[in-house]
């Protein structure tokens, strides 16, 4: 797997929470990160509904970044529900992909969504595929809580390949396996995919995984190891919501996958790499210091001085 191949969710799912950071600062942000050679991020969030004060300039931010489109960026946008994809087919021309989430578990999508099931996500699925067939815009279904739920707090592998497989069917070709929660390990991790041997798979199957237990390193290796085709990420490990179903929601940290830590999986030659690897430990750096509060990661801190 190629560096290009991580998935960046750093503007995203890694600030949705977090007070609005200069639009100047996320554009510079893609800008080094595709000197890294990264290409695709996850960049904002619909519907527009003033919920998360980071996404208050989405519009204008999706302006300001299309010269990063041209220079060979990929912008992917999150959109949450039908609302959300309503409002993003009106502006499908300023990104390339739109990803939307369904879960696997009906309880947590009860959660997320009201009075909802399965059949519910599909025929959202279907009307999105609909909206935007004629666009350039590529759909993305995002698989929640493939690797287990934690409201249901029961999980069957052969549910989450059953549900991918309903995805298949419609027509979905790039698929996104979400540890919603953080409950994956390396070994569910690895018999997910191994179960998924011989069975129709979409072309593109990416994974994000929180790292609520500090397991989203392992998993993204192991996952990479099992033929993911494209991994999430976000820098310095950004990311995760205060959820309910926590103990202690404000002391928990769910963020995601560093950026920067699973960086260094993704190339063989690790001579090739050194270089990039410091300039993006330089520019985790260089972003910690617009944002407010404790940083959960501390690679980017750790490098060797010269």
């Given at each position: 797997?190629?560096?290009?191949?991580?998935v960046?969710?750093?503007?995203?799912?890694?600030l949705?929470?977090?007070?609005?950071v200069?639009?100047?600062?996320k554009?510079?942000?893609?800008?080094?990160l595709m000197?890294?050679?990264?290409?695709?991020?996850?960049?904002v969030?619909?519907?527009?509904?003033g919920?998360?004060?980071?996404?208050?300039d989405?519009?204008?931010?999706?302006?300001?970044?299309?010269?990063q489109?041209?220079c060979?960026g990929?912008?992917a946008?999150f959109a949450?529900g039908?609302?959300g994809?309503e409002e993003?087919?009106r502006?499908?021309e300023l990104?390339?992909?739109i990803h939307v989430p369904c879960?696997?578990?009906d309880s947590?999508?009860?959660?997320?969504?009201?009075?909802w099931n399965?059949n519910c996500?599909?025929?959202?699925?279907e009307?999105?595929l609909?909206?935007?067939?004629?666009?350039s815009?590529e759909?993305?279904?995002?698989?929640g809580?493939?690797?287990?739920?934690?409201i249901?707090?029961?999980?069957?592998?052969?549910?989450?390949i059953?549900r991918?497989?309903?995805?298949?069917?419609?027509g979905?070709?790039?698929v996104?396996?979400?540890?919603t929660?953080?409950?994956?390990t390396?070994?569910?991790?690895?018999?997910?995919?191994q179960?998924l041997?011989?069975?129709?798979?979409?072309?593109?199957?990416?994974?994000?995984?929180h790292?609520t237990f500090g397991k989203a390193?392992?998993?993204s290796?192991t996952?990479i190891?099992a033929?993911?085709?494209?991994?999430d990420?976000s820098?310095?490990g950004?990311g995760?919501?205060?959820h309910?179903?926590?103990?202690n929601p404000?002391?928990?940290d769910?963020g995601?996958?560093?950026?920067?830590e699973?960086f260094?999986?993704?190339e063989a030659e690790?001579?090739?790499?050194s270089?990039?690897?410091s300039a993006?430990?330089?520019t985790?750096?260089?972003?910690?210091?617009h944002?407010?509060g404790?940083?959960?990661?501390?690679?980017?801190f750790?490098?060797?001085?010269?």
């Open positions: 797997m190629k560096r290009s191949q991580i960046d969710v750093t503007l995203r799912d890694g949705m929470s977090h007070p609005q200069a639009r100047s600062a554009r510079e942000l893609i800008r080094r000197s890294c050679g990264l290409r695709t991020f996850e960049a969030r619909f519907p527009l509904d919920k998360y004060s980071q996404f208050d989405a519009l204008e931010f999706l302006a300001d970044i299309q010269e489109r041209r060979g990929r912008i946008a949450m039908p609302d994809v993003a087919t502006h499908h990104f390339d992909e879960f696997v578990s947590y999508a009860q959660y997320a969504f009201g009075n399965w996500s599909l025929h959202f699925i009307s999105t609909e909206l935007f067939h004629g666009t815009v759909v993305t279904v995002g698989l809580t493939s690797f287990g739920c934690p249901r707090r029961t999980h069957s592998i052969l549910g989450t059953e991918l497989g309903d995805l298949v069917t419609l979905v070709n790039s996104m396996l979400g540890d929660a953080g409950t994956a390396p070994s569910l991790v690895m018999d997910t995919f179960m041997n011989g069975k129709r798979k979409p072309k593109v199957l990416r994974v994000h995984f790292n390193l392992l998993n290796y996952a190891a033929g993911a085709n494209a991994i990420a820098l310095l950004l995760g919501e205060p309910p179903y926590f103990v404000t002391m928990v769910n995601n996958c560093a950026t920067e699973v260094e999986f993704l690790a001579d090739t790499l270089e990039d690897k993006l430990f330089e985790a750096r260089w972003f910690a210091s944002l407010p404790e940083i959960p990661c501390r690679s980017a750790a490098e060797f001085v010269p």
